[in-house]
């Protein structure tokens, strides 16, 4: 008998998650709310775009949800603490922590503890929207490649925004980190107890997808591009690292203080840290053809292409990276910026309603038919993160008479969101990157039958749901049964510790022939103001939009 | 002293309005509302289109609230009925009712009374679209110059569309009518004992703008034209009328039954029948320089043009009819065919609410700056009647983000449509027609000061309010002052009528430079919009929309 544990650094909580290597079976979980904050969130009632963490708010829930998950896991006959042979580690990215020479975040010190910009800065923090927009800038003008891999627009979310904007507003905790360790990497070097920043062993998968990591170019950007930026920023490339690694690299073992707290075997080994999503598409199984959806507040598509052929560059895709999600594949990640986010606003914001709105709007959506609404709305509330990579687009809704119900636009933005996963699937496909099963987890996923059938009918992709509704902690524990290996019983490769581990639900959702006819002519119109509005078509003619949708009403009522 | 009765015929009630000739000074008003129907309306239940109206709700109406109003007035000191000089009535159109030989409404015989075609046509009957289409098409064709003067499309809330429906869906009802008489004319031809169809005075005013009655063809449409729609209906063009008539002339004098069951003097004057809008005009001192905006539901736009000058055919205005509003005058009719119910959506049918909402989303939203929202929205939720002349066009919303408040969208409704009626004003300016004056009546123009201002500052028009809230009614009353003439105690002409008769309030809505440069902003903007969904250009670059929507609103907050 063996088992791993999977640890997964959500925005709000930390999950620790025990599994039975021989089927993927969950034996005990635990979730931990971080202590601090607003919901776990540190914030600025000045400015909304920021969103800090307190470090020690990780520690705490790293003893406590394992500890936790461990006591309920022994209650199972057979079950004990000993038979741990790994552990792997998630975390939400791009969500770098300043640290001193010893790898402890300075947040941790009395000094820093009450400082904003000392703190993790986590993924959804925007503050530095305006370094992404200078990056972007300077990289188009001098190193093209360097963002070519990533839509061709670096992120206000990402790592090197993020610590150029401390620097500048923040001199005196810049200077005072002697590095920057992203939360997914910071983790596994705690379990592992290496005390060197420069030490720590650094996942490819925030190093490509945030910190423009390559191995074409010689890893992080050259000191000449940063010094464009910063000098300071030069300098800090020293005390980064050189090298990434993808999964079949352990990130330590056990080191034998944290073995105590845990009460788990000292020793064992600690699987590389990768992106909540990231493991959550190998917790779904993601194999070359599959996309794995991660469907929540917004949406991360990922799949995976083999890295032994050359792989094109995807106009508007957020990240193509080597080795991010499964050894020896390229990853290929994509995403919308707000979807269970934009039905939150229309239930919560607009219509000032609850969960039971949900459910009554809900209702009301299911009974229409496609088009018998007359309504067509753009998905970006809250810009588009693919396929125009373009954070200052809005949404829209079209369409409206005097007899439109809040139901009728509640069903206009699902479907709003469907033509945008449509529009995702079909560019990588046309890059010739094959996708014949879609498999999808999260919340949305496993809970809303109503958007995946409408999500089925709008791309004409069968829906498969994921087995686990903790995908993201399963892809870790795969990770770490693969780096123990048989012999411990482990796995040799992902391929078998996925199929004998992950799974997929009996419950899938088919297009309907029908629905998809008329969900093909609403996606015409969506383009064409996708198209218009997005910068794609700039001699548009949308004179007929609103007469075909009220064409398709009238057919459909 | 001398009193005239004025008669406004509405959607729902009748009002009867008592009017000192010297000031214009109300004494008295009396509302009946129709007792038939739903709030005097008959509907289907199947067809959501119809709207009908049984004719013995007038008569009902007519003798309640002449002898209610009478009889309040009495109690002022000096008043007797015997001084009241004239009646002047005002209707909705087009508003047909089929009639027999001796006219009288077939839905007061037993046989017909209980059958919706044998009822008055309502003005918002719909159920001719399809004849409407057909008038548009066949007069393109043969008869182009028909319809140059009503923005080259027929409506199907108009007369012949009606007549035409009615022959092809109730046979037996077209059968049986004798000839068809508009509200308008049939209410002043009542009070007359006019009891032959033929000899009912027929205002030029429904004739010119709902019939495609013009002396430049000879009157009514030849029988040549109204063939080729159906034979019965050449038939029907000699049981009308051959010549139509403005406010110089008589409908005729009241007759001895109906001045009994009044209590009024027989033989006093009845002015000719005219839309209540353009009663409204008059009542609100229209010149020439004066728009006059009639603002509710929807909104009805009118301005006169001396008839001496030729005026040109003004593209996508409802209608320009010599003698219409003001004998001697040009009458150009705009209109936006939903305001106040745009407003009416959102907060009753989208968010739900009541009247304490109305007043909640007006205090937030104007808090807001002109663009601080980032919203901008088209008012075409119940279609363009001008400048486009597309009921097929629908309303839009765009700009939103996660944050976006139901106050915001209210304010951009709003807006929306002061952008609209910024586009008519644009319009019959850009064809020579000066504009110096805005007058406003009607429920918004009294309640809604935050409107008012964001339509100053939209338009860059000072915005006035007429003295009277029964401005059409008084209209009316205006015209029987006229008909009598001075030597009873009235006026020799209109201009000097309306002088004495109408008033302005003390409160205007002046444009506040600062807001009006936002506004061309973002009326541009909305032009954009406008002109690529509404079919005008068919090359749109919209790329920046969102963008520059964007800047304004950080410009703002």
């Keep these: 008998m063996a088992y791993t544990l999977g640890m997964d650094y959500g925005t709000n909580s930390v999950r620790a998650l025990v599994v039975d290597c021989r089927d993927g079976s969950e034996l005990a979980t635990s979730v931990v709310n971080y202590p601090g904050g607003?919901?776990?969130?540190?914030?600025?009632?000045?400015?909304?775009?920021?969103?800090?963490?307190?470090?020690?708010?990780?520690?705490?829930?790293?003893?406590?949800?394992?500890?936790?998950?461990?006591?309920?896991?022994?209650?199972?006959?057979?079950?004990?603490?000993?038979?741990?042979?790994?552990?792997?580690?998630?975390?939400?990215?791009?969500?770098?922590?300043?640290?001193?020479?010893?790898?402890?975040?300075?947040?941790?010190?009395?000094?820093?503890?009450?400082?904003?910009?000392?703190?993790?800065?986590?993924?959804?923090?925007?503050?530095?929207?305006?370094?992404?927009?200078?990056?972007?800038?300077?990289?188009?003008?001098?190193?093209?490649?360097?963002?070519?891999?990533?839509?061709?627009?670096?992120?206000?979310?990402?790592?090197?925004?993020?610590?150029?904007?401390?620097?500048?507003?923040?001199?005196?905790?810049f200077d005072a980190a002697y590095s920057w360790v992203e939360l997914t990497d910071f983790i596994p070097a705690v379990l592992a107890g290496v005390s060197d920043p420069k030490a720590v062993m650094r996942g490819i998968c925030a190093a490509g997808h945030k910190a423009l990591y390559a191995e074409d170019w010689g890893g992080l950007p050259d000191k000449d591009f940063l010094?464009?930026?910063?000098?300071?920023?030069?300098?800090?490339?020293?005390?980064?690292?050189?090298?990434?690694?993808?999964?079949?690299?352990?990130?330590?073992?056990?080191?034998?203080?944290?073995?105590?707290?845990?009460?788990?075997?000292?020793?064992?080994?600690?699987?590389?840290?990768?992106?909540?999503?990231?493991?959550?598409?190998?917790?779904?199984?993601?194999?070359?053809?599959?996309?794995?959806?991660?469907?929540?507040?917004?949406?991360?598509?990922?799949?995976?292409?083999?890295?032994?052929?050359?792989?094109?560059?995807?106009?508007?895709?957020?990240?193509?990276?080597?080795?991010?999600?499964?050894?020896?594949?390229?990853g290929i990640e994509a995403g919308q910026s707000a979807v269970g986010d934009i039905f939150k606003w229309w239930v919560e914001v607009v219509c000032e309603g609850d969960g039971a709105l949900h459910a009554r709007l809900t209702q009301e959506a299911a009974a229409q038919k496609p088009g018998g609404s007359g309504l067509l709305a753009l998905d970006w509330n809250n810009g588009n993160r693919t396929i125009l990579v373009d954070p200052m687009l809005t949404g829209a809704i079209l369409g409206q008479t005097l007899h439109t119900t809040r139901a009728d636009i509640y069903r206009a933005l699902i479907e709003a969101t469907a033509?945008?996963?449509?529009?995702?699937?079909?560019?990588?496909?046309?890059?010739?990157?094959?996708?014949?099963?879609?498999?999808?987890?999260?919340?949305?996923?496993e809970k809303n039958a109503f958007l995946m059938q409408i999500y089925a009918d709008v791309t004409g992709c069968t829906m498969q749901v994921s087995g686990s509704a903790q995908a993201c902690a399963l892809g870790a524990a795969v990770a770490a049964a693969v780096l123990a290996g048989p012999a411990r019983g482990g796995y040799a490769d992902f391929p078998s510790a996925q199929k004998a581990m992950t799974s997929i639900k009996p419950i899938c959702y088919t297009p309907k022939p029908q629905n998809q006819a008329l969900y093909d002519q609403l996606y015409a119109l969506y383009r064409q103001l996708h198209d218009a509005f997005g910068g794609v078509n700039k001699s548009a003619d949308l004179s007929g939009v609103m007469k075909k949708l009220i064409a398709l009403k009238q057919g459909a009522n």
């Design 38 to 173: 607003n919901q776990g969130i540190l914030l600025d009632p000045l400015d909304h775009h920021l969103a800090r963490q307190h470090p020690g708010d990780y520690l705490f829930g790293l003893e406590k949800s394992v500890v936790e998950a461990l006591a309920q896991a022994a209650k199972h006959p057979g079950f004990s603490a000993d038979q741990v042979i790994g552990i792997g580690v998630d975390a939400t990215g791009s969500s770098p922590i300043p640290v001193d020479e010893k790898n402890v975040p300075l947040a941790l010190f009395d000094r820093w503890k009450n400082v904003l910009a000392a703190q993790c800065w986590l993924w959804k923090d925007h503050t530095s929207h305006r370094e992404a927009a200078e990056i972007t800038r300077i990289a188009a003008q001098h190193r093209p490649h360097f963002i070519a891999k990533c839509g061709n627009t670096y992120s206000s979310e990402w790592f090197w925004s993020k610590i150029w904007h401390c620097l500048k507003t923040a001199p005196e905790v």
């Design 227 to 330: 010094a464009m930026l910063d000098p300071k920023l030069a300098g800090l490339r020293d005390r980064l690292y050189e090298t990434a690694h993808d999964a079949t690299k352990a990130a330590g073992t056990l080191c034998p203080q944290w073995a105590a707290k845990l009460g788990l075997p000292a020793g064992i080994p600690i699987a590389i840290g990768e992106m909540d999503v990231h493991y959550g598409a190998i917790g779904s199984g993601v194999e070359e053809g599959v996309l794995v959806k991660a469907m929540g507040t917004s949406t991360c598509d990922c799949s995976v292409v083999r890295a032994d052929k050359p792989v094109a560059d995807i106009p508007g895709i957020c990240g193509i990276v080597k080795g991010a999600i499964l050894p020896g594949y390229y």
């Design 419 to 445: 033509f945008g996963a449509r529009a995702i699937i079909e560019r990588i496909k046309d890059y010739g990157v094959s996708i014949n099963r879609v498999v999808c987890c999260g919340g949305i996923a």
